[in-house]
Nanobody
Framework: QVQLEESGGGLVQNGGSLRLSCAAS????????MAWFRQAPGKEREFVAA???????YYADFVKGRFIISRDDGKNTLYLQMDSLKPDDTAAYYC?????????????????WGQGTQVTVSS
């Protein structure tokens, strides 16, 4: 089992940048495939990006070229670098994990979740 805690959210202007972090504790972080999801007010939670325990990364089309997901297994931390932010990126961002298997963007397939961190992009 792993516990997850996000940080790094905040208020940023249109076109700005933020870096989210997700600190993991518990079982070996390197055993987990990790992902970021987000949920805007009144909308369903949606997939943003994933990184497998073996390294490959995957992105939702709407963040390609703007967001980068990465992990530091030595620090038990997942990151999401977000550049060229838009007001539509305003949402609560959640990190999620599951023991390594095949890639998935389906939130129900992730077993562990953080509490979320709010990102607000002003126009």
């Amino acid at each position: 089992q792993v516990q997850l805690e996000e940080s790094g959210g905040g208020l940023v202007q249109n076109g700005g940048s933020l870096r989210l972090s997700c600190a993991a504790s518990g079982r070996a972080f390197s055993d987990y495939d990790m992902a970021w999801f987000r949920q805007a007010p009144g909308k369903e939670r949606e997939f943003v990006a994933a990184v497998r325990s073996t390294g490959p990364t995957y992105y939702a089309d709407f963040v390609k070229g703007r967001f980068i997901i990465s992990r530091d297994d030595g620090k038990n931390t997942l990151y999401l670098q977000m550049d060229s932010l838009k007001p539509d990126d305003t949402a609560a961002y959640y990190c999620a994990g599951r023991l390594r298997r095949t890639y998935t963007s389906v939130q129900s397939q992730y077993d562990y979740w953080g509490q979320g961190t709010q990102v607000t992009v002003s126009s």
